[in-house]
């Protein structure tokens, strides 16, 4: 495993460009609401940490994975400078998974490609819930800090 044994959400803040003035918006899926909570608690908490102002971090939750392409599409018109989704999907005893991120991962695609706002894909896609734990502020960090500090130098872009 690639991330194994590591801890991907340490960051220097001072290398990062400056954010005054920008707003970016969180999707959080509601669905394993545990995990994706943490997440968003992690962005929310690097983005203020990095220079944000808490009024131009605007939050919206959608009930599950699948709507978060929705809610991306939406917050884009909100005059946003990123869009950061936070999910998190774990497999189950049939296909549903693989039907839920394909299309997921397929439709933040198509937004990177077809809109000029960047969309930052923070979901999951784990074997287990253990595996999501460790990656949502367990062992391997917080990929919700990694989605802020991704969000910052594309907005810088």
């Keep these: 495993m690639a991330t194994e ?3 991907l959400s340490t960051y220097d803040k001072d ?9 970016v918006g969180i999707i959080t899926s509601q669905w394993n609401g545990q995990i994706t909570n ?10 203020l940490d990095c220079g944000f102002s808490p009024e131009n971090i605007i ?3 959608v009930p599950g994975a699948f709507e978060l392409v929705n809610g991306a599409k939406r917050m ?6 990123a869009v950061i989704v936070i999910g998190c999907v774990i497999q189950g005893e049939t296909k549903h998974f693989d039907f839920v991120c394909q299309g ?11 809109q000029d706002i960047p ?8 074997n287990t819930l253990q595996q999501s734990i ?23 872009l």
């Design 38 to 47: 943490n997440m968003r608690k992690g962005a929310v908490d690097t983005l």
């Design 134 to 156: 460790d990656r949502s502020g367990g062992k391997h960090g917080n990929k919700g800090i990694e989605a802020a500090i991704t969000a910052i130098q594309m907005i810088d």
């Design 59 to 61: 939050e919206w939750s």
């Design 15 to 23: 290398s990062l460009p400056s954010v005054v003035g920008k707003r």
């Design 104 to 114: 997921v991962t397929y439709g933040i695609a198509h937004l990177n490609a077809t």
């Design 119 to 126: 969309v930052i894909f923070c979901v999951l896609t784990d």
């Design 5 to 7: 044994n590591k801890n």
């Design 76 to 81: 884009i018109e909100e005059a946003v400078d």
